[in-house]
């Protein structure tokens, strides 16, 4: 059973840094595709990045852009999601998400499996 397990959240002042990551129990290549999500007390999940294995294209959210990197290692079967100049509004549960097809990267029924998130605090 595929098994992802999200890591790194923490509590930052504004302007921070902070890198999560997102464990794999399966091979990368197991995946079309692999995203970033984030939902805040309130609000609804929303996408913040995703990452297409084959092609290698990176997709973000405006609200992230220029700001978070998505990035994968193969190897370490691990995704990562690395979050500069952090505000506020990015305090969220970010949750890890895979797909094996994945076709529209934005849709959270794109994704097949789930990790239970790891929370970010902006403050």
């Known amino acids: 059973q595929v098994q992802l397990v999200e890591s790194g959240g923490a509590s930052v002042q504004p302007g921070g840094s902070l890198r999560l990551s997102c464990s794999s129990s399966?091979?990368?290549?197991?995946?079309?595709?692999m995203a970033w999500f984030r939902q805040a007390a309130g609000k609804e999940r929303e996408v913040v990045a995703s990452?297409?294995?084959?092609?290698?294209?990176?997709y973000y959210s405006d609200s992230v852009k220029g700001r978070f990197t998505i990035s994968q290692d193969n190897a370490e079967r691990t995704l990562y999601l690395q979050m500069n100049s952090l505000k506020p509004e990015d305090s969220a549960i970010y949750y890890c998400?895979?797909?094996?097809?994945?076709?529209?990267?934005?849709?959270?029924?794109?994704?097949?499996?789930w990790g239970r998130g790891t929370q970010v605090t902006v403050s």
């Open positions: 990452i297409y294995r084959r092609v290698l294209n990176t």
């Open positions: 998400a895979a797909g094996r097809i994945a076709l529209d990267w934005r849709k959270g029924s794109s994704y097949n499996y």
């Open positions: 399966e091979p990368l290549d197991t995946y079309n595709a």
